[in-house]
């Protein structure tokens, strides 16, 4: 099993591709870093994140798991393997742990400058909650390198392997931008529209105004049905991913809201800052219940995986 990693990180180091794509992600890193900050008119800082920082060189980096994992198949090399003794799941695991440090080493490219560069807008969130992004857009890269790694050994074919991996990836990623929605507009039990009417007094006189009108929301969901839809979300890293980056979008915004609000003793404020710090909590609270659920993707797809390729039948 260790000459087997060993010989996996040799053909990382070798290829010319890990390193162009190395060089890609930092200054990726560094030119998301720049751009996440705006500073307004008031001196305030506002964090603007976008999925792309971090989707862009996990894809990349997909690219060269499933070009160095499936030239082993291609040159035949997982055959002559498994004849000099070595089994299919050791040949499995070896491959994923492999992936799983190279693309930890490109999240590092680009996420630590991303928070280096923006810390002035991480300071508007919650303390405690910026190590625990920092660990979860981390953990989004070796999640996506095993999964490549199962779907280029299960396919030992790297052009499918390419369209494959490109779909599921994509899928997760779409799935949990719609599930996050979901669970954003699922809060409140009623919404407010505003309905356009002439409305008059007795002496005649009006004019067109808006009404407003509050109807039951038909998103809304119990909180312990939200907390499930959130903790079996959390096994998605694209819905981590969207989870992360909308968190510092939101939290930062109503921080800046609340510095700048006025009238703050009216009560319709003292209610809507009570539900903020309500909602505050709890996606606080999730950040690490989606690093625990992440850590447990990762090694059930390790287990599963090295059991599935176990059947696969090599031809």
């Given at each position: 099993?260790?000459?087997?990693?060993?010989?996996?990180?040799?053909?990382y180091?070798?290829?010319?591709?890990?390193?162009?794509?190395?060089?890609i992600?930092?200054?990726?890193?560094?030119?998301?870093?720049?751009?996440?900050?705006?500073?307004?008119?008031?001196?305030?800082?506002?964090?603007i994140?976008?999925?792309v920082?971090?989707?862009?060189?996990?894809?990349?980096?997909?690219?060269?798991?499933?070009?160095?994992?499936?030239?082993?198949?291609?040159?035949?090399?997982?055959?002559?393997?498994?004849?000099?003794?070595?089994?299919?799941?050791?040949?499995?695991?070896?491959?994923?742990?492999?992936?799983?440090?190279?693309?930890?080493?490109?999240?590092?490219l680009?996420?630590?400058?991303?928070?280096?560069?923006?810390?002035?807008?991480?300071?508007?969130?919650?303390?405690?909650?910026?190590?625990?992004?920092?660990?979860?857009?981390?953990?989004?890269?070796?999640?996506?390198?095993?999964?490549?790694?199962?779907?280029?050994?299960l396919?030992?074919?790297?052009?499918?392997?390419?369209?494959?991996?490109?779909?599921?990836?994509?899928?997760?990623?779409?799935?949990?931008?719609?599930?996050?929605?979901?669970?954003?507009?699922?809060?409140?039990?009623?919404?407010?529209?505003?309905?356009?009417?002439?409305?008059?007094?007795e002496?005649?006189?009006?004019?067109?105004?808006?009404?407003?009108?509050?109807?039951?929301?038909?998103?809304?969901?119990?909180?312990?049905?939200?907390h499930?839809?959130?903790?079996l979300?959390?096994?998605?890293?694209?819905?981590?991913?969207?989870?992360?980056?909308?968190?510092?979008?939101?939290?930062?915004?109503?921080?800046?809201r609340?510095?700048?609000?006025?009238?703050?003793?009216?009560?319709?404020?003292?209610r809507?800052?009570?539900?903020?710090?309500?909602?505050?909590?709890?996606?606080?609270?999730?950040?690490?219940?989606?690093?625990?659920?992440?850590?447990?993707?990762?090694?059930?797809?390790?287990?599963?995986?090295?059991?599935?390729?176990?059947?696969?039948?090599?031809?």
């Open positions: 099993m260790r000459n087997l990693i060993r010989a996996s990180f040799v053909r180091l070798k290829s010319p591709l890990t390193w162009i794509v190395a060089g992600t930092l200054i990726a890193g560094f030119l998301y870093g720049i751009q996440s900050v705006i500073e307004g008119s008031d001196g305030l800082h506002d964090l994140l976008d999925d920082a971090f989707l862009f060189p996990a894809a990349l980096g997909a690219i060269v798991v499933v070009l160095t994992v499936g030239r082993e198949f291609a040159d035949h090399t997982v055959r002559n393997k498994i004849i000099t003794g070595s089994t299919k799941p050791q040949i499995y695991l070896s491959e994923s742990v492999t992936a799983a440090a190279v693309m930890s080493f490109y999240a590092l680009v996420t630590v400058p991303v928070f280096a560069l923006a810390h002035k807008g991480f300071a508007l969130l919650p303390e405690e909650s910026i190590p625990l992004l920092f660990v979860i857009f981390v953990l989004l890269f070796p999640a996506a390198g095993i999964i490549t790694v199962l779907i280029t050994c396919t030992a074919q790297r052009t499918a392997a390419v369209i494959v991996s490109g779909a599921v990836l994509f899928g997760m990623y779409l799935g949990g931008f719609v599930l996050h929605k979901r669970i954003f507009n699922s809060y409140e039990k009623t919404t407010i529209t505003y309905e356009t009417k002439y409305v008059s007094d002496a005649g006189n009006g004019g067109v105004t808006d009404v407003e009108k509050e109807e039951p929301n038909p998103l809304y969901l119990p909180d312990s049905t939200r499930l839809y959130r903790t979300g959390s096994l998605n890293p694209g819905y981590t991913l969207v989870e992360g980056v909308m968190y510092t979008a939101y939290q930062g915004r109503e921080l800046m609340r510095l700048t609000a006025e009238n703050m003793e009216e009560a319709s404020w003292q809507y800052w009570a539900e903020i710090d309500r909602r505050q909590k709890e996606d606080t609270d999730y950040l690490t219940i989606e690093i625990l659920m992440q850590c447990g993707l990762i090694a059930l797809l390790l287990g599963a995986g090295a059991c599935c390729f176990r059947l696969r039948d090599l031809k």
